[in-house]
């Protein structure tokens, strides 16, 4: 039993932003170990998809294809990806950490006597295993865990932990795996996809946000930010008091009980820095914090902090990008 194998989740004829991260975390484990990587799809006519897959660093990609799986069902995804571990016997089985997979993924590692490693922001090599590390307590604590048992090790990993731009490129050969499936396996029958309200927004692949706490002090305010972010080309964002005071809707919440962020740039406004609203945003790649007071928590996370009023700043750095835009 050797080599990882990464799961990647698709919609609409698009892959999920995370099943790209999830893929880079597989490149890693790959790497430090020296085994062979391969990444699968499920569904059904995925050949449009296998293009953009065959493209990534990997050694094998496999199409899961059946008329059954042609919509999602815990069921059909359980039945059908069983077959393909079994096949192919990996040590490791990675997953983007989505809602798709906290459905379907505990069962399919109960299948083989396993428990999901699930949510992992990191891992590295010790010895001759791997150390998976997860946050307990809205991310107050990092655990290191370690998978002693059987394998396959079945992992998920958190959004924005692992970065889609690290990803290799290569040229990898896709081929057809046909599951055998039974129409009467499939006990659920899927609705038709939940569609969100057309203002919602996904902070989630945004490049550049603007995040606006406590210290905007009232909503007459927010125009100021809200100026910033249109001369960035970011979206605008907050922490939950914001949205608990109906300031901007709860869509735009970033932290443990709204969105999970990893863009290149997060421009933190009067925000002080609560561990639940860090866990949001460390994935960011480049972190700015105005606050006027310089032992807030957000300077510890920070890349590039500016210690004075944001009432002042906000409005002078506002000017100085549109000047350096020329608008």
Not at 171 to 188: G, M, N, T, Y
């Amino acid at each position: 039993m050797s080599g990882i194998l990464v799961v990647l989740e698709h919609r609409g004829g698009a892959y999920n932003r995370m099943s790209w991260e999830a893929l880079a975390a597989g490149q890693q484990i790959a790497s430090a170990s020296g085994q062979p990587l391969s990444a699968a799809i499920v569904g059904n006519d995925l050949e449009a998809l296998s293009g953009e897959l065959a493209s990534k660093k990997l050694d094998k990609g496999y199409r899961v294809e059946h008329a059954l799986l042609k919509d999602y069902t815990a069921d059909g995804y359980v039945l059908a990806l069983e077959q393909l571990v079994k096949k192919l016997e990996p040590e490791f089985v990675v997953l983007p950490h989505t809602y798709q997979v906290r459905d379907f993924a505990p069962r399919l590692a109960a299948r083989f006597g396993q428990v999901l490693l699930a949510d992992l922001i990191g891992l590295r090599k010790d010895g001759d295993n791997f150390v998976f590390v997860r946050q307990l307590f809205q991310g107050k604590l990092n655990a290191d865990y370690r998978h002693p048992g059987s394998r396959p090790c079945f992992l998920s990993v958190q959004a924005g932990a692992f970065r889609a731009e690290s990803l290799e490129a290569g040229s990898a050969s896709v081929e057809s795996f046909a599951p055998q499936l039974d129409a009467s396996s499939i006990r659920s029958k899927p609705d038709a996809p939940f569609r969100e309200a057309a203002q919602t927004v996904d902070l989630g692949s945004a490049p550049i946000i603007v995040s606006v706490g406590r210290g905007i002090k009232e909503q007459d305010n927010l125009p100021m930010v809200e100026e910033l972010a249109q001369a960035l080309g970011g979206e605008i964002a907050a922490s939950r008091p914001i949205c608990d005071n109906g300031w901007l809707p709860m869509e735009r919440q970033v932290g443990s009980s709204g969105q999970t962020v990893s863009p290149k740039l997060y421009l933190a406004i009067g925000i002080s820095g609560a561990i639940q609203h860090l866990v949001g945003m460390k994935g960011s790649k480049t972190v700015v914090a105005i606050n006027k007071d310089e032992n807030a928590p957000i300077f510890e996370v920070a890349d590039y902090g500016i210690v004075g009023d944001l009432f002042d700043i906000v409005p002078a750095l506002t000017e100085a990008v549109k000047k350096a835009k020329g608008a």
